[in-house]
């Protein structure tokens, strides 16, 4: 899993050099594509219950699920999320990252900040004998602590993953410590918090894909694929230029 993680950092990567104003969504979708089977691996997300994209590409007021598109044509201030799945030699690796277009505009970077600040809190809690309740409040006590006006996205949330990219537990992004499932040695969670501006509420567009926000306010997404490990997380996702074992920003 290891080694699937450090292929959709690949393409994270690639991917996020290249977010340029008058780039499309659909030029990302293809560069990810292409790192991914360069690796000799297996985009996760293409053809998944149908998606026709290698990425999920979410931009402004998209909070997940957007679909790469050739007419989807990046401009200065947007804010992108991007989510990466690969497959190598049958596991799973999954991870989302938060970019700003061109000039960030300061409530974006507030914004994609205390998500980010929300994941690594949660990935902290990825230990044995902890429960995924634990997790969850981690991340609901961090975004609180950022004090601004962010909503939690309650009905997407993180997952088990493996052999494959969907698995039991759902992990919320909001919960009670010490309830739920006890971690153990050699579980692996996709820890995922999704943030909007204003209201969490969230619609689902006649795509049967994108999930926006109901008030057009902007969202952010961050994720990595975690291990629990004796030693601690060991978040698979990591680009190969961080350490292994990690549970810092």
């Known amino acids: 899993m290891r080694a699937a993680g450090l292929v959709v950092a690949a393409a994270l990567e690639r991917v996020s050099a290249a977010a340029a104003v008058g780039v499309s969504t659909k030029d ?41 598109s050739a007419a989807t044509v990046l401009a200065d201030g947007d804010l992108l999320s991007v989510d990466c799945g690969a497959i190598l030699d049958g596991w799973h690796g999954d991870a989302a990252v938060t970019l700003h277009v061109g000039t ?36 609901e006590s961090a975004v609180a602590r950022e004090g601004g006006p962010f909503g ?3 009905d997407y949330g993180g997952h088990g993953i493996g052999t494959e990219m969907h698995m039991e537990p759902f992990l919320p992004n909001v919960g009670r410590p010490g309830s739920g499932m006890r971690l153990r040695e050699g579980m692996v969670l996709a ?9 969490p509420e969230t619609d689902e567009l006649d795509d049967e894909w994108t999930v926006v926000t109901l008030d057009g306010g902007r969202a952010a997404h961050w994720e990595h694929t975690v291990a629990v490990t004796d030693h601690g997380p060991w978040v698979l996702t990591a680009p190969a230029a961080d350490a292994d074992r990690d549970s810092d920003s």
């Not at 360069?38 to 931009?59: D, K, N, Q, R």
């Not at 820890?191 to 209201?199: F, I, Q, W």
């Open 28 to 68: 990302l979708d293809e560069l990810a594509e292409t790192t991914i089977r360069e690796a000799g691996a297996v985009p996760s997300f293409l053809g998944y219950h149908g998606f026709p994209g290698s990425i999920c590409t979410s931009l402004n007021a998209e909070v997940v699920h957007g679909i790469p």
């Open 104 to 139: 960030a505009r300061a409530e974006d970077t507030a914004l994609s900040a205390a998500c980010r600040a929300a994941m690594w809190a949660g990935i902290a809690e990825v230990r044995p004998g902890n429960r995924l309740g634990d997790v969850s409040h981690a991340v």
């Open 152 to 154: 939690i996205v309650a």
């Open 191 to 199: 820890v995922e918090p999704m943030l909007t501006a204003g209201d």
